[in-house]
Antibody, heavy 119, light 110 residues
Framework: QVQLVQSGAEVKKPGASVKVSCKASGFTFSSYPIYWVRQAPGQRLECMGYINVAKGYTLFSQKFQGRLIITRDTSASTAYMELSSLISEDTGVYYC????????????WGQGTVVAVSS | QSVLTQPPSVSAAPGQKVTISCSGGSSNIGNNFVSWYQQLPGTAPKLLFYENNKRPSGIPDRFSASKSGTSATLGITGLQPGDEADYYCVAWDDTLNGAMFGGGTQLTVL
C-alpha cells in the first residue's frame, strides 16, 4: 500500500546534526514533492521545506535557512532531512509527507520521528 | 512567516455543533484550494477534506467544510468524545511558493 516509513527516534546534543530518512513505497516516488513538517511539543504543525523529487530542487522556510538540507535518493525511493546546529527548541516530532498538487493536499504522511535535543 | 489564522480553541457539549474558521489572504485561500486535517494526540494528521469541501472515503458526513473568498470553515455536528483533537487548515501560498498550515484549533468536547 501507499506509505512513507521514517527512521527511528534520535537523541542529540546541542550543536549536533540530525538526519532523518523517509522511505516511500506503493507509488511512483518522483510523482510528488516531499515535505518535511515539524511539531514541537504542544505546538502547531509547521512546514520546514520540501524537495521536488523529480527535479531535485528544494525550497525552505526562512526559519530554517542555512541549517536545513533536504535530499533524495531516487534509486532507494527515500528522502532525507538533515538539520544542523541543533538547539533545545528543535526538539519535536518530524514528519515527511507527500504533497498532491492536483488537490492541494498532503496525501500521505510518515509516522513521525521524535528528535530530542538535550545536553 | 505568515500563517492561516484559526481560533486557538473551541468547545461544545456532546451532540452539539461546532465551527472552526480559517482566515487567509488572496495569495493562499483566495486563490487555491483548502484542505483540513484532524490530529489526534501522538498521531500524524489525518485528511478530513480536500479541494475545499470534498470528503475522502471514511469521513463521516457529520463533518462539513466550505470556503468563501479568503476564508474557510470546518463544521462538526453531533459532537462525540472521539472528535477531541487538533484541527488544521492548509492552503498553498503563491507568494511563498509552498504549502502553509493554519495555527491549529484544539477542540474540546465538554
Amino acid at each position: 500500500q501507499v506509505q512513507l516509513v521514517q527512521s527511528g527516534a534520535e537523541v542529540k546534543k546541542p550543536g549536533a546534526s540530525v538526519k532523518v530518512s523517509c522511505k516511500a513505497s506503493g507509488f511512483t516516488f518522483s510523482s510528488y514533492p516531499i515535505y518535511w513538517v515539524r511539531q514541537a511539543p504542544g505546538q502547531r504543525l509547521e512546514c520546514m521545506g520540501y524537495i521536488n523529487v523529480a527535479k531535485g530542487y528544494t525550497l525552505f522556510s526562512q526559519k530554517f535557512q542555512g541549517r536545513l538540507i533536504i535530499t533524495r535518493d531516487t534509486s532507494a525511493s527515500t528522502a532525507y532531512m538533515e538539520l544542523s546546529s541543533l538547539i533545545s527548541e528543535d526538539t519535536g516530532v518530524y514528519y515527511c509527507a507527500t504533497w498532491d498538487g492536483r488537490f492541494d493536499t498532503f496525501a500521505t504522511w510518515g509516522q513521525g520521528t521524535v528528535v530530542a535535543v538535550s545536553s | 512567516q505568515s500563517v492561516l489564522t484559526q481560533p486557538p480553541s473551541v468547545s461544545a457539549a456532546p451532540g452539539q455543533k461546532v465551527t472552526i474558521s480559517c482566515s487567509g489572504g488572496s495569495s493562499n485561500i483566495g486563490n487555491n484550494f483548502v484542505s483540513w486535517y484532524q490530529q489526534l494526540p501522538g498521531t500524524a494528521p489525518k485528511l478530513l477534506f480536500y479541494e475545499n469541501n470534498k470528503r475522502p472515503s471514511g469521513i463521516p458526513d457529520r463533518f462539513s467544510a466550505s470556503k468563501s473568498g479568503t476564508s474557510a470553515t470546518l463544521g462538526i455536528t453531533g459532537l462525540q468524545p472521539g472528535d477531541e483533537a487538533d484541527y488544521y487548515c492548509v492552503a498553498w501560498d503563491d507568494t511563498l511558493n509552498g504549502a502553509m498550515f493554519g495555527g491549529g484549533t484544539q477542540l474540546t468536547v465538554l
